[in-house]
């Protein structure tokens, strides 16, 4: 089965400082992985996706994550945390099998950024 | 803006009460999701749908259904509400492509139910 754990339900950073958030995965199968945003009574957006292709991967506002199979990992990162970026972020795995694409949410992580 | 549109935006209603919520996926999408989130369960996957037809099952409980119809819009039907069911739900659609290539989901704003 697969699942994802986020390490951290709220993380807090200054403007201007590296943004880190953590996605540890498990899967049976080489799996597919993404970050998604939400913002307060929104829904979701996807941030990045990886598919199998390139192992580090580039997102919208800067946002980028590598794939590291042999920690398990899709940790998030930015170089320089804007106030705009404090939504809620989800790592999610996807379900492959059979072609479906059921996606498998984390927890979570709120992130708070500091003026 | 997805393209997947959902009504209503927010519901109220009481305990023991049925509701159906409406999802239209993008133009085109022949896959329909059903998600949960709530305060104490998280993000949970419910259901999808391909084409009219049940596709795979998450953590939906007996008292939930859903259908797709033949113009490809999809109804999540709840009944015998409870005040853990006060949650939003997503719709989420994707394009038909090759089996277990990657199809990128496309989420709704959302319905929030609220059960009083």
């Known amino acids: 089965a697969q699942s994802v754990t986020q390490l951290g339900s709220h993380v807090s950073v200054s403007e201007g400082a590296l943004v880190l958030l953590r996605c540890n995965y498990s899967?049976?199968?080489?799996?597919?992985l993404f970050w998604y945003v939400q913002y307060p009574n929104q829904g979701l957006q996807l941030l990045l996706k990886?598919?199998?292709?390139?192992?580090l991967v580039k997102g919208i506002n800067g946002f980028e994550a590598e794939f590291k199979k042999s920690e398990t990992s899709f940790h998030l990162t930015k170089p320089s945390a804007h106030m705009s970026d404090a939504p809620e972020y989800f790592c999610?795995?996807?379900?492959?099998?059979?072609?479906?694409?059921?996606?498998?949410f984390g927890t979570g992580t709120r992130l708070t950024v500091i003026p | 803006d997805s393209g997947v549109t959902q009504t209503p935006k927010h519901l109220i209603t009481a305990t023991g009460q049925r509701v159906t919520l409406r999802c239209s996926p993008r133009?085109?999408?022949?896959?329909v999701y059903w998600y949960q989130q709530s305060l104490d369960q998280g993000l949970q996957f419910l259901i999808q749908y391909y084409n009219g037809e049940e596709r795979a099952k998450g953590n939906i409980l007996e008292r939930f259904s859903a259908q797709q119809f033949p113009d490809l819009h999809s109804e999540l039907n709840l009944s015998s509400l409870e005040l853990g069911d006060s949650a939003l739900y997503f719709c989420a659609s994707s394009a038909r492509g090759r089996q277990g290539a990657y199809n990128e989901q496309f989420f709704g704003p959302g319905t929030r139910l609220t059960v009083l």
């Open positions: 999610a795995v996807s379900d492959r099998v059979g072609g479906a694409n059921n996606l498998f």
């Open positions: 990886y598919t199998s292709a390139a192992t």
């Open positions: 133009s085109g999408d022949l896959s």
């Open positions: 899967s049976s199968v080489p799996p597919y």
